[in-house]
């Protein structure tokens, strides 16, 4: 997932918390400090390999299927936002019926997400980490005066000042 640097505290529609206005994190969801009274990822990938299991489903579950599954489902979480506004977007959680909707499409998701990782030796959040890790270094936290005129750093693998031609 590649990340754009923003402006100090403006938000961004795929970095939750990157800004003032941005929702804080629902109960039970891991806070800065890494609580949370849910499962563990790795707990909920066990219970879903055991429960495809009991059902003789690992046939069918190839990495090539888990990952057009989770296109799929990717795919039905979007279509609720399709032809939103960002301000309904930013509201979607207000309203019951689509509060479930999305919660459902998001389990289908990481389920499948977990299935996936599963089938292929990864650790998703040792992946995550190593990501965000990469990301911080390409990306540094802006600092003011930069010669562009803009007070984001220039990411790691692009030089600190691009001639306009």
């Not at 941005?22 to 066990?46: H, I, K, Y």
């Not at 299991?53 to 279509?79: C, D």
């Not at 506004?85 to 459902?104: I, L, N, W």
Request: charged letters at 20%.
């Amino acid at each position: 997932m590649p990340t754009t640097p923003q402006p100090p505290g403006s938000p961004h529609p795929r970095h939750p918390g990157a800004g003032p206005s941005a929702v804080p994190p629902a109960p039970g969801w891991p806070g800065p400090d890494g609580d949370g009274d849910g499962p563990s990822a790795a707990e909920l990938g066990r219970r879903l390999v055991a429960f495809a299991e009991a059902r003789h489903w690992q046939p069918f579950h190839t990495p090539k299927n888990l990952v057009a599954a989770l296109s799929v489902e990717a795919s039905e979480l979007v279509e609720i936002f399709q032809w939103s506004t960002p301000e309904e977007s930013a509201r979607v959680m207000d309203d019951p019926g689509q509060a479930h909707r999305v919660r459902d499409e998001v389990a289908d998701v990481l389920a499948y997400l977990l299935q996936f990782c599963a089938a292929v030796g990864v650790d998703p959040l040792t992946a995550l980490a190593a990501k965000i890790e990469r990301n911080e270094q390409r990306f540094p936290a802006p600092t003011p005066g930069r010669s562009d005129g803009t007070d984001r750093p220039a990411p790691v693998d692009e030089p600190e000042h691009t001639p306009p031609y």
